[in-house]
């Protein structure tokens, strides 16, 4: 089982910036980030596959922007232009094969808080 290691949450004012970083143990195929609010369901933010193809929920609205670098199993998700409502914890998930049994992987979560 891969094992994801997020950093990179915190407290920032609206219109501020933060990045996001979650290296793996190992090799993924997709890695993306989820967020989930108190009450709500988790949600995807964005996620992208191991030639770079990448896929955005419409509510980022091109503020964020998702990378990864597959020499370091790791993702990154720069968020510019934050709002109060992009408060929420976020989860790195990372999807991949071993043999062909699909498995996936969730990490701990990070915080990430907007002020007004």
């Known amino acids: 089982q891969v094992q994801l290691v997020e950093s990179g949450g915190g407290v920032v004012q609206a219109g501020g910036s933060l990045r996001l970083s979650c290296a793996a143990s190992g090799g993924t195929l997709i890695m993306g980030w989820h967020r989930q609010k108190p009450g709500k369901q988790r949600e995807l933010v964005a996620d992208?596959?191991?030639?770079?193809?990448?896929n955005y929920a419409d509510f980022v609205e091109g503020r964020f922007t998702i990378s990864r670098d597959n020499a370091k199993n790791t993702v990154y998700l720069q968020m510019n232009s934050l709002k109060p409502e992009d408060t929420a914890v976020y989860y790195c998930?990372?999807?991949?094969?071993?043999?062909?049994?699909?498995?996936?992987?969730w990490g701990q979560g990070t915080q990430v808080t907007v002020s007004p």
């Open positions: 998930k990372a999807v991949g094969l071993s043999g062909f049994r699909r498995w996936e992987s």
């Open positions: 992208i596959g191991v030639g770079g193809d990448a």
